[in-house]
T-cell receptor, first 116, second 116 residues
Framework: GAVVSQHPSWVICKSGTSVKIECRSLDFQATTMFWYRQFPKQSLMLMAT?????????EQGVEKDKFLINHASLTLSTLTVTSAHPEDSSFYICSAGLGRPNSPLHFGNGTRLTVT | AQTVTQSQPEMSVQEAETVTLSCTYD???????LFWYKQPPSRQMILVIRQEAYKQQNATENRFSVNFQKAAKSFSLKISDSQLGDTAMYFC?????????????FGKGITLSVRP
């Protein structure tokens, strides 16, 4: 079945530094990947849609300069949290589809980011 | 815009019993897809079941089945013979049918606890 790998699974960084999270589709090509953010016991909030070879589409209220997304290949999208602050601490999850209109999205295992 | 509503924040069920999780949605689309995802404590998102709106027959997957009422915009999940491993957060989600890679819109989720 379709597998999405996300790395790292957890990361601790100091305030002011940047952190990169990778999302890979292991056995399929993903022209589109999605980045979600989730706070404890809450739902997944879509941050942005990552499109291979073009600029990402950000949801309203998400700072594009803060959360940099790069989708340079059909199997890899990266999310970089720049100048991280404690309020950026959260669980970040990526997902990707198989490119068919009715295909369900497959999710990575998520990344727990803690900014100290 | 589409909205997904899960009004019950928590539910509890005795092992081997049956439980129904509620979900309603709002959309002006005629064709779309509905999903239930499970998120156990590991936080991995797992697809439980999906329903295509143009199909009248309710989807079933082993112990999981849905009651899809298109006119009422209702999409409930029934879990039969509940098992301890069913303990998790459950999210109802909506996807438009247009476009090769449509995003998922999630409800707030419900925490299900299965009691031994």
């Amino acid at each position: 079945g379709a597998v999405v790998s996300q790395h790292p699974s957890w990361v601790i960084c100091k305030s002011g530094t940047s952190v990169k999270i990778e999302c890979r589709s292991l056995d399929f090509q993903a022209t589109t990947m999605f980045w979600y953010r989730q706070f404890p016991k809450q739902s997944l909030m879509l941050m942005a849609t990552s499109n291979e070879g073009s600029k990402a589409t950000y949801e309203q209220g998400v700072e594009k300069d803060k959360f940099l997304i790069n989708h340079a290949s059909l199997t890899l999208s990266t999310l970089t949290v720049t100048s991280a602050h404690p309020e950026d601490s959260s669980f970040y999850i990526c997902s990707a589809g198989l490119g068919r209109p009715n295909s369900p999205l497959h999710f990575g295992n998520g990344t727990r980011l803690t900014v100290t | 815009a589409q909205t997904v509503t899960q009004s019950q924040p928590e539910m509890s069920v005795q092992e081997a019993e049956t439980v129904t999780l509620s979900c309603t949605y709002d959309t002006s689309e005629n064709n779309y897809y509905l999903f239930w995802y499970k998120q156990p404590p590991s936080r991995q998102m797992i697809l439980v079941i999906r329903q295509e709106a143009y199909k009248q027959q309710n989807a079933t997957e082993n112990r999981f089945s849905v009651n899809f009422q298109k006119a009422a915009k209702s999409f409930s999940l029934k879990i039969s013979d509940s098992q301890l491993g069913d303990t998790a957060m459950y999210f109802c989600a909506f996807m438009r049918s247009t476009g090769a890679n449509s995003k998922l819109t999630f409800g707030k989720g419900i925490t299900l606890s299965v009691r031994p």
